[in-house]
Nanobody
Framework: QVQIATSGGGLARPGGSLRLSCAGA????????MGWYRQTPGKERELVAR???????DYADSVKGRFLIFRDNALNTVDLQMNNLQPEDTALYFC???????????WGQGIQVTVSS
């Protein structure tokens, strides 16, 4: 049974930094990518960043140059380093693991990130 454990987040001031961590357990199939999404009330969940097993990464335009995603393929972990946080980064953040054969997504519990002065 796949289990996703997450930690980090919390409150930061504008310009501050936070780090989110995610670890997958019980994974027996190939992982295509691991990453982070976020959601605010009344809006759809959106991609923040994801890292592919082959090494490539996608970032939302709004976080490019500020957020960095790190992944350890051997440990099935993915971290999101968030720098120069802005109030518009306030959201519930979710870790995602996308498996292959068959394609399927697993989600961790949401982590609240609040950016406020």
């Amino acid at each position: 049974q796949v289990q996703i454990a997450t930690s980090g987040g919390g409150l930061a001031r504008p310009g501050g930094s936070l780090r989110l961590s995610c670890a997958g357990a019980g994974i027996t199939r190939s992982i295509e990518h691991m990453g982070w999404y976020r959601q605010t009330p009344g809006k759809e969940r959106e991609l923040v960043a994801r890292k592919f097993t082959y090494g490539g990464a996608d970032y939302a335009d709004s976080v490019k140059g500020r957020f960095l995603i790190f992944r350890d393929n051997a440990l099935n972990t993915v971290d999101l380093q968030m720098n120069n946080l802005q109030p518009e980064d306030t959201a519930l953040y979710f870790c995602s693991v996308h498996l292959l054969n068959p394609p399927s997504d697993f989600w961790g519990q949401g982590i609240q990130v609040t950016v406020s002065s």
